[in-house]
Every structure is written in structure tokens, then in C-alpha cells.
């Protein structure tokens, strides 16, 4: 499982919330400029967590 947030979004949960609720959290990713809208706000960084995901499943 993988999670990445928004580091400006207003309401956050921390890394501890979701590896509590999810034990098996592989990756836990703050995205740089993105808000309350990250594929607006921070396309390209977005696009580069999902894809550095995607690749980390094919190991």
C-alpha cells in the first residue's frame, strides 16, 4: 500500500495514523507544492510518486 499526501493540505494525517491502519504501508510519500489538489497543483511530482510506485511493484 502506498499513501501520498499533499504536503500543504490544511488537514494531514501523519505516517503513524496509516501504517496503524494499514500495517502492510510500503511507501508514504509528502508531496513538494501540491494543496488540496495535487494533480493540479503538483502534476509532475505527482506523476513521479505514482510511476516510482508502479515500478517498485514489478521487483
Known sequence: M?????????YRAPRSWWQRLQPQLTRYTLLPGAGH?????APDALAADLTEFAWSLRR
Open 2 to 10: 502506498a499513501v501520498n499526501q499533499p504536503e500543504a493540505e490544511e
Open 37 to 41: 489538489f495535487p494533480e493540479w497543483e
